[in-house]
Each structure stands twice: as structure tokens, then as C-alpha cells.
């Protein structure tokens, strides 16, 4: 049901008389903007606009009135006739966000030199808990970056026991042999004495002049790819991380973020053993 107003919906096919919840174990309501923005549906700005427009139903009835309140869970909020759903575990109390960090952003909460950071891409109010980075993305990397305020998940994302595959695009000005790749799919020896597993390495188009390679690590050493670039003599134009695990950036617009879906939440515990 919906509380705050001078009535309340019914769902398709019931009546239902006006009435104000009195029940104590009935779910926490929220403004319906803010649940359409943390289903990844749009902004909260954006929201009120929708909402504005007609575009929004709320069990079966048509909202244009902003301020509504809706229960998670319980009302059926739909979007042009789609039904619009939180993520699972958002609903229980933490949030899972994917965002596409830009180049020259700093993963961090706060920096000292007054750079932009990550958190800066992100409304805070839209968030139940106090959100974090899982690892870092370097200053001049983009790409995919996990932000949580599960702390048992972003430790296991973290740990070497539990590492998952990290698959990145790196465009590089000179051509790439056989040598090259060959070097970095049997474990190479960086110039610091690190010794690294077997990264996988698959060529992608190639423009005239630059080359292409999609990278994938299976460990979590500091900046990897670049040390191992600089090893080999190639000089990075653009590193993009465009996948974690089950979790694909996809089309997602650099500095756009988005909640991860229940299948992709569900899916990467899974593989943390959680």
C-alpha cells in the first residue's frame, strides 16, 4: 500500500477502502523516486519527471503526484508497464553498486589533494549504508569498479583465496608480437622480482596504428598490466577493466553507475562462497 496520502491503491482486480497502516511489522516505506533510483532505473531527478509524465503505476493505478511513498516488497511499482523490482539484497539492508569509473578519478573516499573521487560520481542519499570501493582502479584507468557496503563481500572479493578474474581491454601504440603474448600467458618475472601467474590474452582488433588486447588476471597484484607493459617495451594509450567475475560493465556510460541485478549479486556469492 501506499502511505502519506488521502488514499491508497489496490492491486489489479481488488478494492480496497482508504486506510492508513497501523500494523507495526509493516514494511518501511520509501518517496517513490528514490525506489525507482535505487532499482537502477533512472535518477531521482529523472524520477519526478516520469512520474510527471504518466509513466508510473503503482499497484494497477497511475501516480503523478510526487512525494508517494511505496513499500519495497509489497506494492508493485511499474515503469511504462514494466514491473520494477529492488535486488534482493539491496532490500535487506546493503547496496551493490557498478560504476564506470572514469580516467583521472581517484578510487578512494577521500583524497588529500583534493582530486575527485569515485564517491563524488554517487548521490549518497540514494544509498541505506555507507558505501566503499572494492579495491582500486588506478588514476588513469577506467572501467569497471564494485562499491559496497557489504564488508564480508568486498573482503572476500579482495583476498587471494577468493580472487576473481578481472578481464581488462588495453589499447598499446606498438604492435604486439607472438613474443609478447607468449610472455604474458606463461607468468612473467617483473622487473621487481614479482612473479606472476599465467594471465590470459586474446587479440582484438587492431587499428592501423595501435594495437588491441583483451587481458584476463586470475590475482590481485598492483598494477599489473602496466608493470608488465613496461617490461615488454609497450607504452598504454587506454586500459579499461570491463569485467569482474559474473559482472560485466557493458553499455553503461563512463561515470554512470548502476545497483547489480539479484542474479549478479546472487551469482557472485556464489563464487565467494557466501
Given at each position: 500500500m501506499l502511505a502519506g496520502l488521502l488514499?491508497?491503491?489496490?492491486?489489479?482486480?481488488?478494492?480496497?477502502?482508504?486506510s492508513t497502516p497501523t500494523s507495526s511489522h509493516a514494511p518501511e516505506s520509501c518517496r517513490l523516486n528514490k525506489f525507482l533510483a535505487q532499482a537502477g532505473v533512472c535518477s531521482r531527478?529523472?524520477?519526478?519527471?516520469?512520474?510527471?509524465?504518466?509513466?508510473?503505476?503503482?499497484?494497477?493505478?497511475?501516480?503523478?503526484?510526487?512525494?508517494v511513498q511505496v513499500h519495497p516488497g509489497q506494492d508493485e511499482v511499474r515503469v511504462d508497464g514494466r514491473v520494477v523490482?529492488?535486488?534482493?539484497?539491496?532490500?535487506?539492508?546493503?547496496?551493490?553498486?557498478?560504476?564506470?569509473k572514469p580516467v583521472q578519478v581517484v578510487t578512494t573516499a577521500?583524497?588529500?589533494?583534493?582530486?575527485?573521487?569515485?564517491?563524488?560520481?554517487?548521490?549518497?542519499?540514494?544509498?541505506?549504508?555507507?558505501?566503499?570501493?572494492?579495491g582500486r582502479l588506478d588514476?588513469?584507468?577506467?572501467?569497471?569498479?564494485?562499491?559496497?557496503?557489504?564488508?564480508?563481500?568486498?573482503?572476500?572479493?579482495t583476498h587471494p583465496r577468493w580472487h576473481v578474474e578481472k578481464v581488462y581491454e588495453v589499447t598499446l601504440r606498438e604492435a604486439v608480437t607472438e613474443e609478447h603474448m607468449r610472455q604474458m600467458s606463461s607468468g612473467m618475472r617483473l622487473s621487481e622480482g614479482?612473479?606472476?601467474a599465467?594471465?590470459?590474452?586474446?587479440?582484438?582488433?587492431?587499428?592501423?596504428?595501435?594495437?588491441?588486447?583483451?587481458?584476463?588476471?586470475?590475482?590481485g597484484v598492483n598494477r599489473q598490466?602496466?608493470?608488465?607493459?613496461?617490461?615488454?617495451?609497450?607504452?598504454?594509450?587506454?586500459?579499461?577493466?570491463?569485467?569482474?567475475?559474473?559482472?560485466?560493465?557493458?553499455?553503461?556510460?563512463?561515470g554512470h553507475w548502476r545497483h547489480l541485478t539479484a542474479t549478479e549479486i546472487t551469482t557472485l556469492k556464489k563464487r565467494l562462497g557466501l
Amino acid at each position: 500500500m501506499l502511505a502519506g496520502l488521502l488514499y491508497s491503491f489496490a492491486r489489479p482486480g481488488h478494492t480496497k477502502a482508504m486506510s492508513t497502516p497501523t500494523s507495526s511489522h509493516a514494511p518501511e516505506s520509501c518517496r517513490l523516486n528514490k525506489f525507482l533510483a535505487q532499482a537502477g532505473v533512472c535518477s531521482r531527478r529523472k524520477a519526478d519527471t516520469y512520474i510527471a509524465a504518466g509513466r508510473v503505476q503503482v499497484n494497477g493505478s497511475l501516480v503523478t503526484q510526487l512525494g508517494v511513498q511505496v513499500h519495497p516488497g509489497q506494492d508493485e511499482v511499474r515503469v511504462d508497464g514494466r514491473v520494477v523490482e529492488l535486488p534482493e539484497a539491496q532490500s535487506a539492508g546493503h547496496d551493490y553498486i557498478l560504476l564506470h569509473k572514469p580516467v583521472q578519478v581517484v578510487t578512494t573516499a577521500k583524497d588529500p589533494q583534493g582530486r575527485r573521487t569515485v564517491l563524488d560520481l554517487l548521490p549518497s542519499q540514494t544509498f541505506t549504508r555507507r558505501i566503499f570501493p572494492v579495491g582500486r582502479l588506478d588514476f588513469m584507468s577506467e572501467g569497471l569498479l564494485l562499491l559496497t557496503s557489504d564488508g564480508e563481500l568486498a573482503n572476500r572479493l579482495t583476498h587471494p583465496r577468493w580472487h576473481v578474474e578481472k578481464v581488462y581491454e588495453v589499447t598499446l601504440r606498438e604492435a604486439v608480437t607472438e613474443e609478447h603474448m607468449r610472455q604474458m600467458s606463461s607468468g612473467m618475472r617483473l622487473s621487481e622480482g614479482e612473479q606472476l601467474a599465467p594471465v590470459d590474452v586474446q587479440r582484438r582488433k587492431t587499428a592501423a596504428d595501435t594495437s588491441s588486447l583483451e587481458l584476463t588476471l586470475h590475482q590481485g597484484v598492483n598494477r599489473q598490466i602496466r608493470r608488465m607493459c613496461r617490461d615488454l617495451g609497450l607504452t598504454i594509450l587506454r586500459l579499461k577493466r570491463i569485467r569482474q567475475g559474473p559482472v560485466r560493465l557493458g553499455k553503461l556510460p563512463q561515470g554512470h553507475w548502476r545497483h547489480l541485478t539479484a542474479t549478479e549479486i546472487t551469482t557472485l556469492k556464489k563464487r565467494l562462497g557466501l
